[in-house]
């Protein structure tokens, strides 16, 4: 494990909310929830997780790692296809228990389905009964994941 860039340790409210010190809290599988967004539109893009390694690798690399729960490694976001999410600015929220990317993505897209974002799908609200139809926000697919990962099974857990 890489331990060039430290953490501090969590010692008191205040110091982990009016801090200067990055003392993230990582929950009981030692991740830490991100929410990756576009750095020029705003877009949710991805939800991710990130171990202690992946935040490290992040912070010194300037480019998005993750810890992938399915297949348990710590996965360079666009190593295999090129996608790769470049750190334009990183933030932790108030009691360091979440991570904020906002990143620019070479070729466009963050999804692994083939969408820009992995949020292409809008659930309906107030719906008072019956099935839920999700409605998709794009339309075309960014890439074919088929052409960039092959016929590999989906790395998501149903």
Same mark, same amino acid.
């Given at each position: 494990?890489?331990?060039?860039?430290?953490?501090?340790?969590?010692?008191?409210?205040?110091?982990?909310?009016?801090? %200067?010190? !990055?003392?993230? /809290?990582?929950?009981?599988? $030692? +991740?830490?929830?991100? =929410?990756?967004?576009?750095?020029?539109?705003?877009?949710?893009?991805?939800?991710?997780?990130?171990?202690?390694?992946?935040?490290?690798?992040?912070?010194?690399?300037?480019?998005?790692?993750?810890?992938?729960?399915?297949? %348990?490694? !710590?996965?360079? /976001?666009?190593?295999?296809? $090129? +996608?790769?999410?470049? =750190?334009?600015?990183?933030?932790?929220?108030?009691?360091?228990?979440?991570?904020?990317?906002?990143?620019?993505?070479?070729?466009?897209?963050?999804?692994?389905?083939?969408?820009?974002?992995?949020?292409?799908?809008?659930?309906?609200?107030?719906?008072?009964?019956?099935?839920?139809?999700?409605?998709?926000?794009?339309?075309?697919?960014?890439?074919?994941?088929?052409?960039?990962?092959?016929?590999?099974?989906?790395?998501?857990?149903?």
């Amino acid at each position: 494990m890489n331990e060039s860039i430290p953490f501090a340790q969590r010692v008191s409210i205040e110091q982990v909310e009016e801090g %200067k010190q !990055l003392a993230p /809290k990582f929950d009981e599988n $030692g +991740l830490i929830p991100v =929410v990756t967004t576009d750095a020029s539109s705003g877009e949710v893009l991805m939800m991710g997780g990130m171990n202690k390694e992946a935040l490290r690798q992040t912070i010194r690399t300037g480019e998005a790692h993750y810890w992938s729960r399915s297949r %348990k490694v !710590l996965w360079h /976001k666009g190593a295999t296809s $090129g +996608l790769v999410q470049k =750190v334009e600015e990183m933030r932790i929220d108030d009691d360091q228990d979440a991570v904020w990317l906002r990143v620019a993505v070479d070729g466009g897209a963050s999804c692994h389905v083939g969408y820009r974002s992995c949020f292409y799908r809008a659930v309906p609200v107030e719906v008072e009964g019956g099935s839920v139809e999700l409605r998709f926000t794009e339309q075309e697919k960014a890439f074919d994941p088929v052409e960039v990962y092959g016929d590999a099974p989906n790395p998501t857990q149903l």
